[in-house]
Nanobody, 126 residues
């Protein structure tokens, strides 16, 4: 499985970005997905997750009500819509995927994902 994250960039505080994570054409219907981020000199942290069915989502408290994770199985792509961006959202954002038999399970734990994209940098200026 190859994942390609894109959509990062420089944005002013209060602005929006949409990140995309395209897979290599595997049957993404069998995978659950997550977004994580890592700021300089900080550990990688959970941002959002979506279940295989797409019916279940989970968010870190710091991004809840500002970020939205979604998936388009026909396009083999997962998205992270980020609104109301803050300087503290500045980080490299990574998408991750894990094949699963569960249609509704999500996970905030990086060690429960086997496949990772290369990361895309988001910089929010104040």
């Amino acid at each position: 499985v190859q994942l390609q994250a894109s959509g990062g960039g420089l944005v002013q505080a209060g602005g929006s970005l949409r990140l995309s994570c395209a897979s290599s054409g595997v049957n993404v219907n069998r995978y659950r997905w997550g977004w994580f981020r890592q700021a300089p000199e900080k550990e990688r942290e959970f941002v959002a997750a979506i279940s295989r069915s797409g019916d279940n989502t989970d968010y870190a408290h710091s991004v809840k009500d500002r970020f939205t994770i979604s998936r388009d199985n026909a396009k083999y792509t997962v998205y992270l819509q980020m609104n109301g961006l803050k300087p503290e959202d500045t980080a490299v954002y990574f998408c991750a995927a894990q094949r699963t038999v569960s249609s509704e399970y999500t996970s905030p734990r990086p060690n429960e994902y086997d496949w990772w994209g290369q990361g895309t940098l988001v910089t929010v200026s104040s």
